[in-house]
């Protein structure tokens, strides 16, 4: 099945602590069905010290199941589902909320 979220994607959360924030896709985890966004889902870790890297209580994101994030419409910035069509020779994402094409 095509990649419904990407790489560089505006999403919104859907649920959990996070419910209605939003932030950019860094990584999406395909196998695991994961994706991780900038600045939401921070977790803290605590780092043991090794020569490159300092030790200490350190925040980073932690993964969020691709069923709990929505692609922004990139009219209003609500969540919207994602649909596909051809254009051309092509295959393109579009909003369903607004008819916009995403990627095109």
């Known amino acids: 099945m095509a990649a419904k979220i990407k790489k560089g ?5 859907l649920t959990g602590r996070d419910r209605g924030r939003s932030g950019e896709v860094i990584e999406v985890r395909s196998a695991d069905g994961r994706a991780l966004v900038r600045g939401v889902n921070m977790v803290k870790r ?6 490159k890297q300092e030790g200490g209580i350190i925040s980073k994101e932690a993964s969020i199941h691709l069923s709990n994030l929505a692609l922004a419409d990139p009219k209003d910035g609500k ?26």
């Open 9 to 13: 994607d505006k999403v919104v959360i």
């Open 46 to 51: 605590h780092q043991k010290q090794t020569p």
């Open 79 to 104: 969540p919207t589902r994602i649909g596909f069509k051809m254009v051309g020779d092509r295959k393109v994402r579009f909003a369903k909320r607004s008819g916009v094409e995403i990627d095109g």
